[in-house]
């Protein structure tokens, strides 16, 4: 009997055609993403071709998995990391950490939200950076002053946090409110911002 | 459905795997690109319910098919055939029983390297190439039959 078993693989060769498989794949697939460290803890960053789609905490997500499952579900499967991509954002977050940025000029992509998550998405992304709100004000903002809980809701769904700063929007009467990556998240922010609690 | 990435971390070595027995390792590469980037394009359209596995050795099956039509064309004929070199016999992964393999007829050399290299079932390597579980052990059986004779001492 002739053994015929798969030949064992060449490790160096394979791991260089996946490096050139995944650069070619970037310029081809629906999202990019990569993994980015942070004083608040690690962060997942994706982006379409419209601009930034998600940042994630990655440990307040259920993790990276499920971070790109939510992403194949929710905009599209052909998921690839490109660390290189995301340069930019990386750049821009890393500076805002170092208190040498104040505002974000990312191209941000919103069709994750729906259109009154997305008003209120934009009125957050008017809060000044140093300032804080309301939900009841950012609600108004939005068109519906009477919607303070449904702004909340978007506010909680925010897919960009940081970029679109949903931790200067506080309770009314000054508590902190929840966050998406956690209070003691929102806390470290609105401190690194000189916001007096 | 499984993130892109994940699918690609989860099959490319069993495909490298296959390619290298079914093109040689010279060529494993250019065929891994095409391969994973057919799959890319094709990812969001896969049927659900279909084993991912697979799927995408059907596309890498197609790929090397390719291959060896692009290589035929390109074949000069010559009186004999090159002598394949023998490395030690016993070896699990040898070489040069995938060589000979390689210089089988179409459908040996595909039932071959689909069931042994990829590690499909008969009934994955018939719907691979398109025929009958029993068409595909045949011809699996033949290859075997075919590269026993010629490694006989």
């Known amino acids: ?197 | 459905m499984v993130p892109f990435q994940r699918f690609f971390e989860q099959h490319r070595e069993p495909v490298w795997r296959y390619l290298v027995a079914a093109v040689g390792p010279l060529h494993a590469d250019d065929a891994f690109q095409e391969t994973f980037l057919a799959a890319l394009r094709a990812y969001d359209r896969r049927r659900a319910g279909t084993s991912a596995g697979a799927w995408v050795m059907t596309i890498a099956h197609n790929k090397a098919m390719d291959h060896h039509r692009a290589a035929a064309r390109r074949a000069v004929p010559v009186a004999e055939l090159p002598e394949v070199v023998q490395h030690d016999h016993g070896s699990a992964s040898d070489a040069g029983a995938w060589a000979r393999v390689r210089a089988l007829p179409p459908k040996q050399r595909a039932a071959l390297t689909l069931r042994y290299a990829a590690d499909l079932t008969h009934a994955e390597v018939a719907r691979a190439l398109g025929c009958s579980e029993e068409a595909a052990r045949r011809s699996a059986h033949e290859g075997l039959k075919t590269l026993r004779l010629e490694l006989a001492p």
């Open chain 1, 1 to 197: 009997m002739i053994p015929l078993d798969a030949p064992a693989p060449d490790a160096a060769a394979l791991a260089a055609a996946s490096a050139r498989l995944l650069a070619a794949a970037a310029s081809e697939s629906d999202v990019v993403y990569a993994e980015l460290d942070s004083p608040v803890g690690p962060i997942v960053a994706a982006a379409t071709s419209k601009g930034l789609a998600r940042l994630a905490y990655r440990d307040f997500n259920g993790g990276l998995d499920a971070v790109l499952e939510a992403l194949a579900t929710k905009l599209s499967p052909r998921i690839v990391e490109a660390p290189a991509r995301l340069d930019a954002v990386r750049r821009a977050l890393d500076e805002y950490f170092a208190g040498r940025r104040r505002d974000f000029d990312l191209p941000v992509d919103l069709s994750l939200t729906a259109p009154f998550g997305r008003a209120v998405l934009e009125a957050c992304a008017r809060i000044p950076f140093g300032a804080t709100s309301s939900y009841r004000a950012v609600a108004a903002d939005a068109g519906r002053p009477s919607a303070s809980r449904a702004a909340g809701n978007a506010l909680g769904a925010n897919p960009v946090p940081i970029i679109v700063p949903c931790h200067r929007v506080l309770r009314t009467g000054g508590g902190l409110g929840g966050y998406t990556g956690g209070v003691a998240t929102k806390r470290h922010l609105l401190t690194l911002e000189g916001t007096q609690l």
